[in-house]
């Protein structure tokens, strides 16, 4: 039933109906274990024969109820949350690659992600090359090996903007035989569900608009469970696991198997679970998702527009613009808006960009977005600060970039904010 409820219903009610006498709202299940009475009952649980909770790094009731939610409202099947984005996009990974395999991403990333692709995957044998998403499909194609074992993109490029044009990447990884793996943080699934076009597995920051009040740090993973395995290629899904006394994930889980592997051996060994306490908050922050969504892309929007037209703006990026580069992908894959982030040059350069960041009163310095409340960025005397000039416009943040993550407040306030910051920076 929940399944055929407009996603406004699903985020608000969708996936904790309380019986009689319990809470209205999912409780936090702070503890670590839970009580069994007979070692039959137990021993089920580590066959994987019975779904309760054991121990609160393979789950627990709270972060079940989070789990559940985000693959309703993804459109898939099953999904495991992690203590970071960061740790849901390397065990998304890892679980179907290994040592001596390959990955296939676009070029345009969040910048924690590219490091984990161009240092630390190699540390450990996996190979990554990055395509430019706007070369052809033939040419991306060129990029794959026989070692090749997944395909991955952003919705929304982080800092970069550009939408994903989900029929040429769906359709190179159908013809490769891999599946697409998409970062879909900045979009949220209000604003783009990435498994109706095409992708097959989906990964958050929960840490960014399903938090969206900036309290803590999550990931999550969500599966299709459409994905055809193959043993030849997916051995570790296909074939006995030694680790797990010689279980067939595909076989004795079907559509759930990855993420029942994902969590039987990579969150077992790794650990990386997220806290109750941070499961309960991104229950609440699912809660308002859609409402949220729609101020924070309704503001962004009505600022990118302001900024087009003031003196002291060389350009704007934000793919809401019809001038946008983007501006017909985010049209047909996010047409109920194209999120809260935003970029702009101010006149000045990196002098004015420091400025302007200084000057905003309302809109605090922050490194985050996707927070309620507004914030800003100059990446080139911030986070960007180590790399050379030429470095940084290499990876996309020239000395006039300002980031700003437009909130939910009242946008006259926003405008009112920026106009004086412009003015200040002068
Ligand atoms: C922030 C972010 C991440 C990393 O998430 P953390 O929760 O900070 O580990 C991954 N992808 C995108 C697009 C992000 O914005």
Partial sequence: MQKSWHIETQAVQGNYQPKAAESRTPPIHQSTTFKYDKAEHMAQLFDLDCPDPMYTRLGNPTTSVFEEKIALLEGGVAALATSSGQAATALAILNICRSGQHVVAASTLYGGTFSLFANTFPKLGIEVTFVDPNSSLEEMQKAFRPQTRCLFAETIGNPGLNILDFQKFSTLSREMAVPLIVDNTLASPYLCQPLQHGADIIVHSATKYIDGHGTCVGGVIVDSGRFAWTP????????????????????????????????????????????PQNSFLFNHGLTTLHLRMERHSSNALALAKFLDAHPSVSWVNYPGLASHSSFALAQQYLPKGASGVLTFGIKGGRDSGIKFMEACRLIAMVVHVGDARSCVLHPASTTHRQLTEEQQIASGVSPDLIRLSVGIENIDDLIADVDQALAASR
Avoid: N
Wanted: glycine fraction near 6%; charged fraction near 25%; charge should be neutral.
């Fill in 232 to 275: 030849e290629k997916y051995p570790e899904i296909c074939e006995p696991d030694s680790s797990y006394h010689g279980l067939k994930y595909l076989e004795k889980f079907g559509p759930l198997a990855y993420i029942v592997k994902a969590r039987a051996q990579y969150m077992r060994d790794l650990g990386v679970t997220p806290a």
